[in-house]
């Protein structure tokens, strides 16, 4: 099975706090991911955070990661239109860029 | 820097034929990544170099995928021969010995 296990929809209204959680199996990772793919693009790396943080905040995301259980989410504040899109949540295996990804979260934002 | 390039972007081609997608990374960047992405399997790491050297390629199909880094400005990834079971959309990364991998735009490969 899937080594990262991800929702694979979410719809939110604009406006509203979206929050896009992720489960991994690896517990040797060193870093994890959020990714944002767009329709027809490629992969944009969204944040990182290495596993031995808790949280990380970056404008209107915020990542928390809970090594116990091995829980990763990604919240967004304030979402709008644009942020509708596929988001990956990714773990490295033994290299940076080396990544696992899981099957994605389809983010629905509507007016 | 305008990023990863990758060409083309869209390739059709019959099966039985040979293929070729082209990566071009970040410039001063020293691992290099690729990537496919389908429907069924969702993204999977085919093969990554590390200054120009082949590092792990176990996620290569088959025989038919090769991957050849020349020099740190350019990779090509070939099937040969391909078959329909090949489309998906191809993407190349690079990083430089930093967690950021930064990924090209894909190529969309539809084997007829």
């Known amino acids: 099975g899937e080594d990262v296990e991800q929702s694979l929809f979410l719809s939110v209204r604009e406006g509203d706090s979206s929050v896009i959680n992720c489960t991994y199996t690896?517990?040797?990772?060193?870093?994890l991911y959020w990714y944002k793919q767009e329709p027809g693009a490629g992969l944009q790396l969204l944040t990182y955070?290495?596993?031995?943080?808790d949280m990380k905040q970056d404008q209107r995301l915020t990542v928390l990661l809970n090594k116990k259980d091995k829980h990763l989410s990604l919240r967004i504040a304030d979402t709008q239109t644009g942020d509708s899109a596929i988001y990956f949540c990714a773990e490295t295996l033994d290299s940076w860029g080396k990544l696992q990804f899981g099957a994605g979260t389809q983010v629905v934002v509507t007016p | 820097d305008a990023g990863v390039i990758q060409s083309p972007r869209h390739e059709v081609t019959e099966m039985g034929q040979e293929v070729t997608l082209r990566c071009k990374p970040i410039?001063?960047?020293?691992?290099l990544f690729w990537y496919r992405q389908t429907m069924m399997r969702g993204l999977e790491l085919l093969i990554y170099f590390n200054n120009n050297v082949p590092i792990d390629d176990s996620g290569m199909p088959e025989d038919r995928f090769s991957a050849k880094m020349p020099n740190a400005s350019f990779s090509t990834l070939k099937i040969q021969p391909s078959e329909p079971r090949d489309s998906a959309v191809y993407f190349c990364?690079?990083?430089?010995?930093?967690?950021?991998?930064?990924f090209g735009q894909g190529t969309r490969l539809t084997v007829v």
């Open positions: 690896d517990s040797s990772s060193t870093y």
């Open positions: 410039s001063g960047h020293n691992s």
């Open positions: 990364a690079s990083s430089l010995d930093t967690p950021e991998a930064f």
């Open positions: 955070i290495f596993s031995n943080m």
